[in-house]
């Protein structure tokens, strides 16, 4: 916004051009609207059969996830690694629904990999946790809802971090990250209802403080390594995840009794406070929620422990978690500088203008919201939505 006001003024040295075709979507009411043609490819390609998300149930192999055998994790993980680290990627103003959608690109052309997700709508729908179906890529998502007055995207993304309840079991259920009562599933649909009223809500009415996240939430979609992930070849999703936590908006907690004790839930908020906007806040619910239009119950603090020393229900992933947290903690996304070019300005040129107009002010702000990951010492606030957590 800021460098869109300032453009006119700025010299052309000082001006940045995207290379990126700029959205030409029209806007209708003050919210960005999706090309028809692409409305109708989507819809048809997915199954929707009107501007609401609605999955198609009849055939759900034909929205599966599928990851050529040659694809390496190796290199997903490399590649990764490198493009979190580039000045264009820690630049993205990601509250926008054009940085958002430049993020989930940029990550997609730098893996090969799209980033998939899977709506609320449609898990209510399917009656369970879907297993590598039901999904459609955070691109289409993000395009198919649009903007909100404030440009941000109206498609909110939910990285979800859970412990599977039946990790090992055989059959024709195991083995699945719910049990056969679905208590996750309906955890997982009761929150996405109540987080969708919530946004929409004062923040005292709520208690929630969220700045960068859209009020007016069109559909909550989530990350789910049990969905999201190829059964085919998994592997380079798993290697991908840093991204995938870094494209998200939220991230949400299924409380187990051994939850922080699990090494892959520890790596998962580790790379949510050192890459997620919001990350250093965790919602937290366990079994049994029930959306009741409640306030956040209370507010506690979770250290950050080693992910390396975690519980691990195959220990062969004790490297593939040493190697995520690595990327965790190289990472250096929320330092003051970086802070403070995000939130005023894309450019250095016209943060000293900003700076020298609001004084100091700008640099607290700054300063304020900036965070370094450090284990045993940083620390992520949980909001608690239930009695007995």
């Known amino acids: 916004l800021f460098e869109e006001i300032l453009d006119p003024f700025l010299p052309s040295l000082f001006r940045k051009r995207s290379s990126e075709k700029v959205l030409s979507y029209p806007v209708v009411s003050g919210v960005l609207q999706s090309k028809r043609e692409f409305n109708q490819t989507a819809m048809s390609t997915h199954g929707f059969t009107s501007n609401k998300v609605q999955p198609t149930l009849s055939s759900p192999d034909s929205a599966s996830n599928y990851v050529s ?3 390496d994790a190796r290199r997903v993980q ?4 490198k493009v979190l680290k580039t000045k264009q990627w820690e630049k993205l103003h990601v509250a926008t629904l054009k940085g958002k959608l430049k993020q989930v690109k940029m990550l997609e052309k730098a893996t090969g990999l799209p980033m998939t997700v ?10 369970h946790i879907p297993l590598h179906t ?3 890529t955070a691109e289409e998502a993000l395009h198919l809802h649009g903007a909100d007055v404030a440009a941000r995207p109206r498609a909110v993304i939910v990285f979800f971090s859970h412990r599977w309840l039946t990790p090992s079991k055989t059959g024709e259920f195991g083995p699945n990250a719910d049990d056969e009562k679905g208590t996750k599933w309906r955890a997982l649909t009761e929150w996405a209802r109540w987080i969708k009223w919530a946004l929409k809500q004062p923040n005292a009415t709520t208690g929630l403080a969220f700045t960068d996240i859209t009020r007016d939430p069109a559909e909550i979609y989530f990350w789910i390594d049990q969905t999201c992930t190829a059964k085919e070849n998994p592997a380079p999703v798993i290697a991908g995840l840093p991204g995938y936590v870094a494209c998200s908006h939220l991230l949400l907690c299924y409380h187990t009794p051994d939850y922080e004790e699990r090494a892959w839930c520890r790596v998962e908020r580790m790379m949510a406070y050192a890459l997620l906007t919001a990350g250093d806040v965790v919602f937290v619910v366990k079994e049994g929620f029930e959306h009741a239009k409640q306030p956040v119950l209370r507010e506690d603090e979770w250290v950050i422990t080693d992910p390396a020393k975690g519980r691990l229900t195959f220990d062969s992933d004790r490297e593939h978690i040493r190697t995520l947290s690595s990327v965790a903690l190289e990472c250096k996304a929320f330092t003051t500088s970086k802070v403070f070019t995000r939130l005023f300005t894309s450019d250095w040129f016209t943060a000293m203008m900003w700076c020298v107009m609001c004084c100091a002010c700008c640099g607290v702000c700054a300063k304020l919201k900036s965070r370094r990951l450090e284990l045993n010492t940083s620390k992520t606030t949980a909001l608690i939505l239930q009695k007995g957590l």
């Open 69 to 71: 055998p040659a694809c």
């Open 78 to 81: 490399e590649t990764t690694s």
């Open 118 to 127: 899977v709506s609320a709508t449609a898990l209510a729908a399917l009656g």
């Open 134 to 136: 039901a999904t459609i």
